[in-house]
């Protein structure tokens, strides 16, 4: 089959690559659809080349029909519509019996120290082949498939794969007060999803971006916004100089505004790996700018939750400032499974109130994953969010 491989930095190909089959019992085979390139994506083409092969298929937001299942399935059959959760589980060890699927303790990768198995996603997190291809192979499938209609398009339900159940727990998290203003740093596609939830759910959401294009389509949403220059001060000039009560960190380690981790981050880059690998995990390279803005910005009191990726160790933290501000911080990978029940009736909703049908803004064929990487990465052409239909 074809599949997106990785190659090295900023390269990727479409190559021949041998078609996925039932390996174990539980799994199950499905023919792709669509399936989106995510900012994650971004991470491994820009910096994770350390922890990947080349010829390693990305990929981790898909649906599509099952083609065929391995004999120990009893929920799914050949024909099925799926989409399918970025996060590979088991359904019923101690973390997923209390909804922390993202580090389920059956897929958890233990001698990496990280947590549970990803599709697509390095040597960090279990090296499973993506789904940005023909065909994917499903491990666990009764409980990493989520059956759906047939009748709606797919753009309804493929983000409930990642960007949607990620910005519905970075909402969650941001444990917003009755009557509370959100802000969410970043609108590309987990910031838009994340500010949309905030209205949905009834709280004043400020949005802030540097680019426009990012900007108007939050506003077309009933989402006030900002751009990122002096974005603190304009937080708090419209909080009554207080600073919002939650802020939603949507940017992660590649944020705009620091030239100098940005250098460090090039220069890892073209280390040998050995080298390189430690210092990705402990050399604290982070691109650190959105993050300081939220513990610069949020209220006294306030909770910042976290759910743009970040890598290393980050040094300095204002250990002082959020002591002194009583800051509560959450984040971590998306636990996809223990959204779907929430969100399965939000984009089934014919009011489309989360807007997923004005998101996509590139769709293309698989052959042109590799040009839409570079477009995606530079915010090209308008871009915001590309789906490949294999
Ligand atoms: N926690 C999870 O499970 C999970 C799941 C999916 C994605 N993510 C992460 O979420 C983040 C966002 O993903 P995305 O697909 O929306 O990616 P994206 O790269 O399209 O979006 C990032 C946005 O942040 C903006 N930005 C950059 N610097 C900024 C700054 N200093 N202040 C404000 N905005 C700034 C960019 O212009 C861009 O619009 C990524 O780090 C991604 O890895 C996490
Ligand atoms: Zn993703
Ligand atoms: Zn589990």
Redesign the pocket.
């Given at each position: 089959m074809r599949a997106l491989t990785w190659q090295g930095k900023r390269s990727v190909s479409v190559e021949d690559v041998p078609d996925p089959r039932i390996e174990q019992a539980t799994d199950a085979v499905i023919r792709i659809t669509s399936t989106a390139i995510?900012?994650?994506d971004?991470?491994l083409y820009e910096l994770f080349g350390p922890f990947l092969a080349k010829g390693d298929v990305l990929g981790h937001e898909s649906m599509g029909i099952v083609e065929e299942v391995g004999s120990a399935v009893t929920r799914l059959a050949p024909g099925d519509r799926v989409v399918i959760p970025f996060v590979i589980a088991c359904g019923d060890c101690f973390m997923c019996a209390r909804g922390l699927t993202?580090q389920c303790e059956t897929t958890q990768n233990v001698e990496q120290g990280t947590g549970a198995t990803l599709y697509g996603y390095t040597s960090l997190y279990g090296s499973v082949p993506g789904g940005q291809a023909e065909r994917l192979r499903v491990p666990l499938a009764d409980f990493n498939a989520t059956k759906v209609g047939h009748e709606l398009p797919d753009d309804r339900y493929l983000f409930l794969s990642?960007?949607l159940p990620?910005a519905w727990q970075g909402v969650q998290y941001a444990a917003v007060p009755e009557g509370g203003t959100l802000a969410v740093?970043?609108?590309?596609?987990?910031?838009q999803f994340a500010a949309r939830i905030g209205r949905h759910l009834g709280h004043r959401v400020i949005g802030?971006?540097?680019?426009p294009e990012?900007r108007a389509m939050a506003e077309r949403h009933g989402i006030e916004v900002l751009d990122?220059e002096d974005?603190t001060s304009a937080l708090r000039d419209r909080t009554d100089g207080r600073g919002p009560d939650a802020v939603v960190d949507?940017?992660?380690?590649?944020?705009?505004?620091a030239p100098a981790a940005a250098a460090a981050q090039a220069v890892v880059g073209v280390l040998p790996d050995a080298l390189a690998r430690p210092m990705m995990q402990q050399g604290g390279l982070d691109r650190l700018?959105?993050l300081m803005?939220a513990f610069d910005a949020v209220r006294r009191g306030g909770t910042v939750s976290i759910?743009?990726?970040y890598a290393g160790t980050a040094d300095p933290v204002p250990m002082m400032t959020l002591f002194d501000k009583q800051v509560a911080i959450r984040m971590?990978?998306?636990n996809v499974q223990s959204w779907r029940d929430a969100l399965l009736p939000l984009v089934e909703d014919p009011a489309d109130p989360l807007g997923v049908e004005d998101l996509v803004t590139h769709r293309v064929p698989l052959d042109r994953a590799p040009e839409m990487y570079e477009t995606f990465q530079k915010?090209d052409d308008g871009c915001i969010k590309v789906v490949l239909e294999p």
């Amino acid at each position: 089959m074809r599949a997106l491989t990785w190659q090295g930095k900023r390269s990727v190909s479409v190559e021949d690559v041998p078609d996925p089959r039932i390996e174990q019992a539980t799994d199950a085979v499905i023919r792709i659809t669509s399936t989106a390139i995510c900012g994650s994506d971004l991470h491994l083409y820009e910096l994770f080349g350390p922890f990947l092969a080349k010829g390693d298929v990305l990929g981790h937001e898909s649906m599509g029909i099952v083609e065929e299942v391995g004999s120990a399935v009893t929920r799914l059959a050949p024909g099925d519509r799926v989409v399918i959760p970025f996060v590979i589980a088991c359904g019923d060890c101690f973390m997923c019996a209390r909804g922390l699927t993202s580090q389920c303790e059956t897929t958890q990768n233990v001698e990496q120290g990280t947590g549970a198995t990803l599709y697509g996603y390095t040597s960090l997190y279990g090296s499973v082949p993506g789904g940005q291809a023909e065909r994917l192979r499903v491990p666990l499938a009764d409980f990493n498939a989520t059956k759906v209609g047939h009748e709606l398009p797919d753009d309804r339900y493929l983000f409930l794969s990642d960007i949607l159940p990620t910005a519905w727990q970075g909402v969650q998290y941001a444990a917003v007060p009755e009557g509370g203003t959100l802000a969410v740093l970043g609108l590309g596609p987990v910031g838009q999803f994340a500010a949309r939830i905030g209205r949905h759910l009834g709280h004043r959401v400020i949005g802030v971006d540097p680019v426009p294009e990012r900007r108007a389509m939050a506003e077309r949403h009933g989402i006030e916004v900002l751009d990122m220059e002096d974005a603190t001060s304009a937080l708090r000039d419209r909080t009554d100089g207080r600073g919002p009560d939650a802020v939603v960190d949507a940017v992660g380690m590649e944020a705009h505004g620091a030239p100098a981790a940005a250098a460090a981050q090039a220069v890892v880059g073209v280390l040998p790996d050995a080298l390189a690998r430690p210092m990705m995990q402990q050399g604290g390279l982070d691109r650190l700018t959105a993050l300081m803005t939220a513990f610069d910005a949020v209220r006294r009191g306030g909770t910042v939750s976290i759910s743009g990726v970040y890598a290393g160790t980050a040094d300095p933290v204002p250990m002082m400032t959020l002591f002194d501000k009583q800051v509560a911080i959450r984040m971590g990978q998306c636990n996809v499974q223990s959204w779907r029940d929430a969100l399965l009736p939000l984009v089934e909703d014919p009011a489309d109130p989360l807007g997923v049908e004005d998101l996509v803004t590139h769709r293309v064929p698989l052959d042109r994953a590799p040009e839409m990487y570079e477009t995606f990465q530079k915010k090209d052409d308008g871009c915001i969010k590309v789906v490949l239909e294999p």
